[in-house]
């Protein structure tokens, strides 16, 4: 499986971003997709994700109300929609894909065995 990030970049406080997630290599309707993103002198975080009909999404806290993942099976694409970004929302932004539609999350990287490059995000005060 193969993943694809992109739609970062250099935005305002307030503004807004959406990242975009190009998979190929297995039919994209049987893969859970997430987002997650590491910032400088921290640890990768668990963001959101999206189960493989889009009918079931989770959120980190930080989250919540301001960011959205969804899907386009016939595109085999998922994205991250991201209002009223902060900046301590800076960080590279990775796309994550998995076979299984549940994955653990106590674990850090909620199961995930297949991971984009990244795309950074910068949000300016």
């Known amino acids: 499986v193969q993943l694809q990030a992109s739609g970062g970049g250099l935005v305002q406080a307030g503004g807004s971003l959406r990242l975009s997630c190009v998979t190929s290599g297995r039919s994209f309707s049987t893969l859970r997709m997430g987002w997650f993103r590491k910032a400088p002198g921290k640890e990768r975080e668990f963001v959101a994700e999206v189960s493989w009909s889009g009918g079931r999404t989770t959120y980190a806290d930080s989250a919540k109300g301001r960011f959205t993942v969804f899907r386009d099976n016939s595109k085999s694409v998922a994205y991250l929609q991201m209002n009223s970004l902060k900046p301590e929302d800076t960080a590279v932004y990775y796309c994550?894909?998995?076979?299984?539609?549940?994955?653990?999350?106590?674990?850090?990287?909620?199961?995930?065995?297949?991971w984009g490059q990244g795309t950074q995000v910068t949000v300016s005060s």
């Open positions: 994550a894909a998995s076979v299984n539609n549940y994955g653990d999350s106590r674990a850090a990287d909620r199961g995930y065995e297949f």
